[in-house]
């Protein structure tokens, strides 16, 4: 956030509030992305898109992303917000999607393993 000040009247004088004006997120590393000025388009289709020209379009994309020298950066973005659209990373929707589910089993395999041996711990000190 930024303060800046806004002038106002009140009570036929005039006064000088400062107010907190909400600025929009940075992402540094976005400033090097090959992506960076190219039309967003290419990143992202509209609903009206044809499946082959998605794919075309995809194709294209990813190869912008294939040299981006912020691509490990784009892709940990892309996956802890986690991006819902677009290409991100060389990456498009269903593959990322596949990716999160993955994660999210992984996660609970861990979760289960790890709850399991509380419950050896437990059953063995008893």
Known sequence: MTVGTVE?????????TRIAIPTPPRYGWQEDAACRGLDAGLFFGDDQERPGERRARERVAKKVCISCPVRRRCHEHAMSVPERRGVWAGLGETERAALLREQEQEQG??????????????????
Not at 120 to 125: G, H
Request: no cysteine; net charge negative; aromatic share 0%.
């Open 8 to 16: 106002q009247e009140e009570n036929g004088a005039m006064g000088t």
């Open 109 to 126: 395999r861990e979760h289960e393993h790890e709850h399991g041996r509380e419950r050896e711990k437990t059953t063995t000190a008893a």
